[in-house]
């Protein structure tokens, strides 16, 4: 079984400019989740999407967004960029939220560099 | 103060240590309690989740829970070269935050032979 898989693998971008990020779930997987990592920061929350609903939302700034596909596949907006939006972009995939914990299955991520 | 600190290390062991990697949380409001492996280059896979106080063992690998003093811990028995990863402990508050988990710093472990 396939698992998580974004695209593109690395990306530079330059300060101002907009960047799109690609993210397709496992297969029967309905949410989908995106971190930043960050060199010091650690993994943030950036948003969740199930059934193509924001369910919730990180405290990044409102250049942060992101949608969601009726394939469940997921993409993350950047506009605006700035240096410290230089990161390794993580997605996730998870069975639709039951009311308990599901198991989060991350990709590889999106290592994205801004100058 | 940030809601999970984790011990930072980096940590260097010789194989065959027994290895203890540590959590501690401010908001008693945390419920679900993770921990996730990273290899250099890949993202995190989850190793254990527990959502009550104790121990769960699964192999090598033991994850414990205190949530009176707010401090998790993964112990590793019996480490490997292929242990050599970072570990991150991840926590969730349930509710309207689910989806949300909270990370720690992530502990850089490199294991020897």
């Known amino acids: 079984e396939a698992g998580v898989t974004q695209s593109p693998t690395h990306l530079i971008k330059t300060r101002g400019q907009q960047v799109t990020l690609r993210c397709s779930p496992i297969?029967?997987?309905?949410?989908v989740y995106w971190y930043q990592q960050a060199l010091g920061l650690g993994l943030q929350f950036l948003l969740w999407?199930?059934?193509?609903?924001?369910?919730n939302r990180g405290n990044f700034p409102p250049r942060f967004s992101g949608r969601q596909f009726p394939n469940y596949s997921s993409e993350l907006n950047v506009n605006a960029l700035e240096l410290e939006d230089s990161a390794l972009y993580l997605c996730?995939?998870?069975?639709?939220?039951?009311?308990?914990?599901?198991?989060?299955?991350f990709g590889p991520g999106t290592r994205l560099l801004v100058l | 103060q940030k809601e999970v600190e984790q011990d930072p290390g980096p940590l260097s062991v010789p194989e065959g240590a027994i290895v203890s990697l540590n959590c501690t949380y401010s908001?008693?409001?945390?419920?679900?309690f993770m921990w996730y492996r990273q290899y250099s280059r890949k993202g995190p896979e989850l190793l254990m989740y527990?959502?009550?106080?104790g121990n769960k063992e699964d192999g090598r690998f033991t994850a414990q829970v205190d949530k009176s003093s707010k401090y998790i811990s993964l112990f590793i028995r019996d480490s490997q070269p292929s242990d050599s990863a970072t570990y991150l402990c991840?926590?969730?508050?349930?509710?309207?935050?689910?989806?949300?988990?909270?990370f720690g710093q992530g502990t850089i472990l490199t294991v020897h032979p």
């Open positions: 996730a995939s998870s069975l639709s939220w039951t009311g308990g914990l599901e198991t989060q299955y």
């Open positions: 991840a926590i969730n508050a349930g509710g309207t935050s689910y989806g949300k988990l909270t």
């Open positions: 297969s029967g997987h309905t949410s």
């Open positions: 999407y199930d059934e193509g609903e924001e369910r």
């Open positions: 908001n008693s409001a945390f419920q679900y």
């Open positions: 527990t959502y009550s106080s």
